[in-house]
């Protein structure tokens, strides 16, 4: 993958793919997306999606971590702008084994399922 179009709302991901036992030192070995694969939602209130990685879960779920923005209007230099944070989703896979990209998720706000409070030994209190 790829990021793409500076950091505002524009800003993407893009990905360049090659066939299985290709030479991928050869430029001509890739073939690159005609379109972004991941893209602003303003349905979840996520923009300028980008600057990705990929991890899994224990259980060996792929992840696709990225950063976004929750606003569209940019003060200054988007590059200077320091409120890209960080979210991570589970990337799903079609049948074919291509990653179904979606969407970029809305933030939320994780519920407590304790409210201990634990000792910096981790003793209850």
Excluded: C
């Amino acid at each position: 993958t790829y990021s793409g179009a500076a950091t505002g709302i524009d800003y993407a991901m893009g990905v360049l793919t090659a066939d299985l036992g290709s030479d991928l030192l050869d430029p001509a070995s890739w073939t690159k997306s005609p379109t972004p694969v991941f893209v602003s939602d303003p349905g979840a209130g996520q923009y300028g999606p980008g600057h990705n990685s990929f991890t899994e879960l224990p259980d060996g779920t792929p992840v696709l971590v990225y950063h976004a923005r929750t606003y569209t209007e940019i003060v200054g230099d988007p590059l200077w702008d320091p409120n890209r944070h960080a979210r991570a989703q589970v990337l799903p896979f079609d049948d074919h084994g291509n990653p179904v990209w979606g969407t970029p998720v809305p933030d939320t706000r994780p519920t407590p399922t304790s409210t201990e409070v634990l000792s910096p030994a981790g003793d209850k209190q």
